[in-house]
């Protein structure tokens, strides 16, 4: 299955922007219906999830930089359809911004569970 995060290649090397800058995007609010618990913990990205976005990696030190946030409450917009989430920042500011699914990527350390194909059987894992 292929990543839904969008990747641009820069000219001239290997250093790569993942199109996850989404603090401009303009969300209305208004138009986001909150799902409840139950259906929340069933989304790519559940409640409490630490989840990193504006991903960057610069050409010059060929590091990967990110912001990290956690998500605090799924939503559905009612004229697109598209989950958004309502994330906070890890840093020193603490705001908090909704964003797309697709701006999004696991964070380290957030708990996945597994579940195998055919049968009631979970695994858990990190």
């Not at 303009?26 to 409640?47: E, G, M, T, W, Y």
């Amino acid at each position: 299955m292929s990543s839904p995060v969008q990747v641009k290649h820069e000219p001239g090397g290997d250093a790569f922007c993942v199109d996850t800058d989404s603090e401009c995007e303009d969300i209305d609010i208004d138009k986001l219906q909150p799902l409840a618990p139950k259906f929340a913990s069933l989304s790519k990205f559940p409640v409490g999830c630490k989840v990193w976005y504006d991903l960057r990696c610069s050409p010059e030190t060929k590091h990967m930089q990110a912001k990290i946030a956690r998500v605090e409450e799924v939503f559905i917009h009612v004229e697109n359809g598209r989950r958004v989430y309502k994330v906070k920042s890890e840093a020193a500011d603490e705001h908090g911004m909704c964003l797309y699914e697709d701006r999004l990527v696991y964070g380290i350390s957030c708990p996945v569970r597994v579940t195998k194909v055919g049968t009631d059987e979970t695994l858990d894992g990190v």
